[in-house]
DNA sequence: CAAAATAATGCAAAAAACTGCAAAAAACAA
DNA sequence: TTGTTTTTTGCAGTTTTTTGCATTATTTTG
């Protein structure tokens, strides 16, 4: 293996994970602590990271605030963002999940836009309240710690009571055969009532997710009708969605 | 966990809750009481908190701020919600409405205390999923712009469904006669029902706000078990609710 | 004031970092 | 190709940092 593309695999992890540890990557280039410690200290040196005793942390990880980090690959999420604004119409209604390329969406909706949101995210909820023209209704129920949505029967429940115009589903993983899945059970059992309760349902993505598979089944891709990453339409890696008839912008 | 790991963690719950133990952040951090305490000496040393027999606390926490009364003000919230914490036990359920002074209360909740904490408010919801040990349920409902809490028929419903032990009401105008009156239509109805689901409802009141009258009704003061402001309980303006037999504190 | 809690200090074990060096790999020139 | 130079890599020994523990001092609280 190359020494740039360690120096990668590194940049990779430390921007994913916020921190790395110098065992861990020992570990998981194959190669001695003194190589990984003399790559990391070349990247520390050109300020791509920040060196620390043990290992490395990212140059933008200044506090655990979910609100304060910066967003990882917000660039990407941005962009997907503003494909996603694409589809809104005046006095649209809609779901959005929760997921930090949800937050890049809301906070992308032009202010003129007249909408009534539904979303499980207190996050979401918080970003929306600054839009004027945007009623905001609160899913309740139990809140996952590890998804930050409501969950749970009554989120369920309600879901169950209400036809959008459209769902916008973030951060899942994708597959053409496996299709939407998920780590958390939980999450499942919402991403499915909020499938069922869209006319259309739009899966947001960041090309990484694409062609992995989770241990369980949201949906089969059959059921989603657009899908939304950072890359132009016609990647190659698309290709099978487009097959199966789903719009990929 | 690397040191810096652990320095950013603690700076992160002295800025969320303006205080912190060494012993709570020793179990936090899975490491001796000595670790932490040169981890807060490390950032004492660089001002970046301020290191207290037991703890730290917030640099910002006790500065005089000429220029901000809302620093001000939010210092006599911060007393209100301290005093309210005292009144929490291991297993308590909670209902928590709006308004910044409650925002004060979950800031300050201690990280070990094991609650149940209903609230219609995001903004709530959100500051209390940094902890571990409070399972948060989120009242759903149509967003109130005016008081950022979610109302309506559907958080109504719920609220009568469950019972409580403590109901924290924030921001409303109290006076010994008119009892507990408020602007707003809809968010008399939410709160109308906290007082209806709690065992002990507790008003915690800016001394601002005493003796005012609104156009609408929340309930009288009889309702009302406890009252909290940041003067003293011997206040001579709190009299007239010490005579109507309500716990002032 | 005395008891309890917390802080400071010195110390030793463990982990990690640095240093110099030599072998291996890669780059380059003839 | 072959030989030379440069870079990369792993290793061994030394130094530094981190951490927990024991002991002693200090602060808090009733």
Chains 1, 2 share one sequence.
């Not at 990247?43 to 605030?65: C, E, M, Q, T």
Request: hydrophobic share 40%; proline share 3%.
């Amino acid at each position: 293996m190359l020494k740039e593309e360690r120096q990668l695999y590194i940049m990779d992890r430390v921007q994913i994970h916020n921190r790395v540890l110098l065992s861990d990557l020992s570990e998981a280039l194959n190669v001695s602590i003194d190589t990984v410690r003399r790559d990391v200290n070349e990247l520390s040196s050109l300020k791509k990271l920040k060196k620390v005793h043990g290992g490395a942390i990212s140059n933008d990880f200044n506090s655990y605030n979910p609100l304060a980090t910066t967003v990882f690959k917000q660039d990407k999420k941005r962009l997907i963002a503003r494909k996603a604004i694409g589809l809104l119409k005046n006095g649209n209604v809609v779901l959005i999940s929760g997921g930090t390329t949800n937050q890049e969406l809301v906070k992308l909706i032009p202010h003129h836009l007249h909408l009534t949101v539904f979303t499980p995210s207190p996050i979401i909820a918080m970003l929306l309240m600054e839009h004027d023209n945007i009623e905001i209704i609160l899913l309740g129920g139990k809140l996952s710690k590890a998804a930050k949505i409501a969950a749970g029967g009554q989120c369920i429940t309600t879901l169950n009571e209400i036809r959008v115009d459209f769902s916008f589903i973030g951060s899942g993983h994708i597959h053409p055969e496996a299709g939407l899945t998920e780590l958390d059970w939980e999450i499942i059992q919402v991403k499915k009532s909020m499938i069922q309760a869209a006319k259309h349902t739009v899966v947001l993505s960041i090309s990484d997710k694409i062609n992995s598979v989770q241990r369980y089944k949201t949906c089969d891709i059959s059921r989603i009708k657009t899908i939304i990453t950072e890359l132009e339409p016609d990647n190659e890696i698309l290709l099978p969605f487009q097959e199966a008839g789903i719009n990929v912008l």
